[in-house]
T-cell receptor, first 112, second 114 residues
Framework: AQKVTQAQTEISVVEKEDVTLDCVYETRDTTYYLFWYKQPPSGELVFLIRRNSFDEQNEISGRYSWNFQKSTSSFNFTITASQVVDSAVYFCALSHNNDMRFGAGTRLTVKP | ETGVTQSPTHLIKTRGQQVTLRCSSQSGHNTVSWYQQALGQGPQFIFQYYREEENGRGNFPPRFSGLQFPNYSSELNVNALELDDSALYLC?????????????FGPGTRLLVL
């Protein structure tokens, strides 16, 4: 069975602080994909990143970075120098054969 | 802006009624997935359609059904509505190439069942 755990329900930081959102997944499949999505109050899920299970290289995109470690089944997301506009719910998801499972989400609040 | 649109944006129904939600996929995308997101939870996979055929289904009863049309737009139908069906319904489109491609989500339809 596939499962995604986002242990942090809510995180609150002050603008310009760095913040890491944790994601731990469970799967018996060797081929799978991991995603992060951002959901602002409007409700639309905004795609942030997709990684396949064979690519453990960390990725940086502007203020965003992702740390994928198969040894610990984790795919953590770090926002550097957070901004108020980063406030949203962030979802980590795991997909295999079109079955996409989402975590419960982490609500990030960035205060000015 | 993902290019995926959904209608209506909001809907109120009563228990026992039937509802149809619509999704227009991003141009060129041949796959559409539907998700149910209850308040405060992550989205739950309902089913996926590829080239007008159901291509995977989550743990939802048969009263949840779907259609995908040749122009890749799609519908989610829910019969015999229950109070627990109140949720945000999201559709997502992608271009299936045999590998899991990125899904682009629409803004969702908020359904309230009274």
């Amino acid at each position: 069975a596939q499962k995604v755990t986002q242990a942090q329900t809510e995180i609150s930081v002050v603008e310009k602080e760095d913040v890491t959102l944790d994601c731990v997944y469970e799967t018996r499949d060797t081929t799978y994909y991991l995603f992060w999505y951002k959901q602002p109050p409007s409700g639309e899920l905004v795609f942030l990143i997709r990684r396949n299970s064979f690519d453990e290289q960390n990725e940086i995109s502007g203020r965003y970075s992702w740390n994928f470690q198969k040894s610990t089944s984790s795919f953590n997301f770090t926002i550097t120098a957070s901004q108020v506009v980063d406030s949203a719910v962030y979802f980590c998801a795991l997909s295999h054969n079109n079955d996409m499972r989402f975590g419960a989400g982490t609500r990030l609040t960035v205060k000015p | 802006e993902t290019g995926v649109t959904q209608s209506p944006t909001h809907l109120i129904k009563t228990r026992g009624q039937q509802v149809t939600l619509r999704c227009s996929s991003q141009s060129g995308h041949n796959t559409v997935s539907w998700y149910q997101q209850a308040l405060g939870q992550g989205p739950q996979f309902i089913f996926q359609y590829y080239r007008e055929e159901e291509n995977g289904r989550g743990n939802f009863p048969p009263r949840f059904s779907g259609l995908q049309f040749p122009n890749y737009s799609s519908e989610l139908n829910v019969n015999a509505l229950e109070l627990d069906d109140s949720a945000l319904y999201l559709c997502a489109s992608s271009f299936w190439t045999g590998y899991q491609e990125t899904q682009y989500f629409g803004p969702g339809t908020r359904l309230l069942v009274l």
